[in-house]
Every structure is written in C-alpha cells, then in structure tokens.
C-alpha cells in the first residue's frame, strides 16, 4: 500500500529538548510539506521540499529545522528555540511543488505535547 | 494570499444532501478552488478542486458561482462517515507557488 507514515503517534518531551519526528512516503513524490496544527485552528505550514537535498522555510518556520537527504524521507526537527511546541504535526506530499492541481497526500499526524 | 470565508460548523441529518458553502471574493483569476476534510484525530484528505466549471466525483460536487467569488461542496447523500472539518482552500495557479492556506473550515455534523 502507498502512503505516508509518520511516527510515532504521540510524543512527550521535557522542555528544552530537542525532538525529531518522522515522515515517510513510498509515493514516489518530489514535494514534501510539514505542517502544525493548533486546537481548533486550521494548518499552518512550516517548511516545505520540492527535491532532494532541498527546502524552504514555510510560514512559521522559527524553532524547526528540516533535511531531505532521500526523495522518501523528510524529518523534521522541534528544538528547544520554540517557545510553544505543543502542537499536532502533520507531514504531507505530493507529486511535484508547482501546480495548481496538485493533491497533497497527508500522513496520520504526531501529537507532540511538551511537559 | 486571497482568503477564503465558511461557516464555523453545520448540521445534516444523515441520508440527506449537504451544501457547505466558501466565499473568496478576492479570488484571482488563476486561483483554483480545492476542498479538503479532516476527521478528528487525522490528516486532510482530497475532496475536489475546480477552476471556472462545476466538478464531480466520486465523493462531492463543487458549484463554482459564474464570478467565482464563491462555491458551494455538494455532499449528495451525507453519511456518519461524512462528520468531519471541510476546509475551501484557493491555490494560486499563475505563479505556481506551493501554498495551500488552510482556513478554520466548516465542521459538519451528521445527525442519524
């Protein structure tokens, strides 16, 4: 079955740890996205890739670091810099960046709580 | 980045049809109109998308108005499976930027 998988599904950290969540497509997609998404609230992008080896800063992208050193693999990285991590994460791809009808596929999310 | 407006949330009774509505009067020429829903707990998933012409699927319709200032999702027959957040997004199909801006959607109750 193709599709992406994050992991793990929930994570707790102490403040001021930094923490890594998972993403992984077997798509065979170029684009890959994270988002956050708040309580209530719509998703917000972070950081996007559109090819390996490459990655642009999204809307909120302070406190987040990425890499994309494999086409099915896009990690993203929550540091201690950010001041309100407690959030669902949500990774998605698609087939290319450009393109006004591109679908995005979602993975099932990460539930990142801070203690 | 044009925006888009919905209702916070809506009620069906299950079997019945559904029509949730978007306004995106700032809507430019080249944006397309995309529809994605969440269940709780999950990642959006594709509805549909349009550009000037009604569409269907499988799974909705979309109503695009003649000024394309706004839409309506047609959910034809609305099941349980169908209680989730709908989110109009408008995707800017001349600069081919990668943006997708979610909104707050509409969450959509299904009464049995």
């Known amino acids: 079955d193709g599709g992406i998988t994050q992991s793990p599904k929930y994570l707790f950290r102490k403040e001021g740890q930094n923490v890594t969540l998972s993403c992984e497509q077997n798509l065979n997609h170029d684009a890959m996205y994270w988002y956050r998404q708040d309580p209530g609230q719509g998703l917000r992008l972070i950081y996007y890739?559109?090819?390996?080896?490459?990655?642009q800063k999204g809307d909120i992208a302070e406190g987040y670091s990425v890499s994309r050193e494999k086409k099915e693999s896009f990690p993203l990285t929550v540091t201690s810099a950010q001041k309100n991590p407690t959030a669902f994460y949500l990774c998605a791809s698609s087939a290319r960046l450009a393109g006004p009808y591109n679908e995005q596929f979602f993975g099932p999310g990460t539930r990142l709580t801070v203690l | 980045d044009a925006k888009t407006t919905q209702p916070n949330s809506m009620e069906s009774n299950e079997e019945e049809p559904v029509h949730l509505p978007c306004n995106h009067s700032?809507?430019?020429?080249?944006?397309?109109i995309h529809w994605y829903r969440q269940l709780p707990s999950q990642g959006p998933e594709y509805v549909i998308h349009g550009l000037t012409s009604n569409v269907n699927n499988r799974m909705a319709s979309l109503a695009i108005a003649e000024d394309r200032k706004s839409s309506t999702l047609i959910l034809h027959r609305a099941t349980l499976r169908d209680a989730a957040v709908y989110y109009c997004i408008l995707r800017d199909g001349g600069s081919g930027t990668y943006k997708y801006i979610f909104g707050t959607g509409t969450r959509l109750k299904v009464l049995a």
């Open positions: 700032t809507i430019s020429g080249t944006d397309y």
């Open positions: 890739s559109q090819i390996v080896n490459d990655f």
